[in-house]
């Protein structure tokens, strides 16, 4: 692989691997800006070049960070407004189809993407601006349906810290007066964030620890989580803790509700890479401090930053389009990415 002419995705994985870019929203707005100076000044005539320097990002991407799903889910996503814009500028897809042309039409028909198009260009950069403003407007969107699914004096669980719930919550508190049980998250504890943010914007808050989500449950009448990712069966990859919340959900026969960006949806299952990667093991000795000495010697600790959720725990998932089912997810992949790339 030259890496001389994949530099800009090389900037890219270096600036999320040190945690220059660590923000999802700014992963996926820079993803979204290398992709969009490819098309401009990349080296390329047809598509069919272009969607192979894409290919060679997302390949690229893969590899080096198997579980960033945002940067190659916003790549592939890309790849395929390339085909689709690709396939509209031709004369396969244009006004210019007849009807007979359409009814005799062989499915097996493969699109030539080498044929040259003048307008393709324009076309992209067209497609990707109003890309762009969807990602800029996506959390917003999001939260903006929040009075539709909070209502008054309800209790809403959460667990840890994550801007989509943060913004959700807050929008909902406009217009609804509700309470708000925040578990903390340890060992990070980024909990007490969350509920410091929240009772700025007067949302009464109680902050619990995990080994009392089971007891608080009861008096809950909706979970909210945010999640990393979102799997091809409609599972998440999320923050360690969001498995017990929704087990102990299920219990009391509570709904949950996912909060979860468009380019968080993901063709990667949980299977499809080692449990070290998928549930990123932090240090231990966030848990048990390296001062306790030889007594650790004899215990094994893992201290996974994220967990898996089954698709059945799940009540909806919610986008800045609506709500969804986790059975619908694989709709959204067909829509969002090409076939030929998963």
Known sequence: MDLERLS???????????????NPHDVAVKTEELLEALISNGNWTSAMQLMELIRMRIKCIAQS?????????????????????????????????????IVRADSTDVVDYS????????????????YKSELESSADNIAAQAPELIHNNETIL???????????????????????VVAEAAPLCKGHDLAASLVESKIKVTVVSDAAIFAMMSRVNKVVIGTQMVLGNGGLRAQSGSHTVALCARHFAVPVFVLCHMYEFSTVSQGSVDDATFYEYASPAEILPLTLGPMLNDVTVIN????????????LLITHQGGNS????????????HPDDY
């Open 8 to 22: 800009d995705v090389m900037q890219l994985i270096s600036d999320i691997k040190h945690k220059v870019i660590c």
């Open 65 to 101: 960070l198997p579980m960033e799903g945002i940067a190659t889910n916003i790549t592939r996503h890309i790849l395929k407004i390339v085909c689709d814009e690709f396939e509209l500028a031709s004369e396969k897809k244009g006004e210019s189809n007849s009807l007979h042309q």
């Open 115 to 130: 044929e040259s198009l003048s307008s393709l260009k324009a076309a992209l950069l067209k497609h990707l601006s109003e």
């Open 158 to 180: 959460t667990i840890g810290m994550s801007e989509k719930v943060e913004m959700f919550l807050k929008s909902a508190a406009k217009s609804r007066k509700f309470n708000v």
């Open 304 to 315: 996974p930053r994220f967990d898996y959720v089954p698709p059945e725990l799940i009540s």
């Open 326 to 337: 986790p059975s619908y997810v694989y709709r959204l992949l067909s829509e969002l990415y």
